[in-house]
Nanobody, 115 residues
């Protein structure tokens, strides 16, 4: 069965950094598209960043230049390095995998940025 397990969330002051990690199992990771989404309280879930099996990346405009998504296929890991964090980045962050035309989600990790 597919499992995505996120870690690395927490409380940080504005301007600080965090790195989120997502460990995948149960999928052929190297051919899966991976992504990070977030959902703030009272808002819809939105794409933060994605990375294809080729390594091609895509970012939401609100995080361009501050966040970096990366993957290590041998470890079945995807990361989200978040720098220059802002209070508006506060949300639950979810790891997502697209494999065999199906989408899978992790349980989420809370990121809180204080002003």
């Amino acid at each position: 069965q597919v499992q995505l397990v996120e870690s690395g969330g927490g409380l940080v002051q504005a301007g600080g950094s965090l790195r989120l990690s997502c460990e995948a199992s149960g999928i052929f990771f190297s051919i899966s598209a991976m992504g990070w989404y977030r959902q703030a309280l009272g808002k819809q879930r939105e794409l933060v960043a994605s990375i294809e099996s080729s390594g091609s990346t895509n970012y939401a405009n609100s995080v361009k230049g501050r966040f970096t998504i990366s993957r290590v296929n041998a470890k079945k890991m995807v990361y989200l390095q978040m720098n220059s964090l802002k209070p508006e980045d506060t949300a639950v962050y979810y790891c997502n995998a697209i494999y065999s035309n199906q989408g899978y989600w992790g349980q989420g990790t809370q990121v809180t940025v204080s002003s």
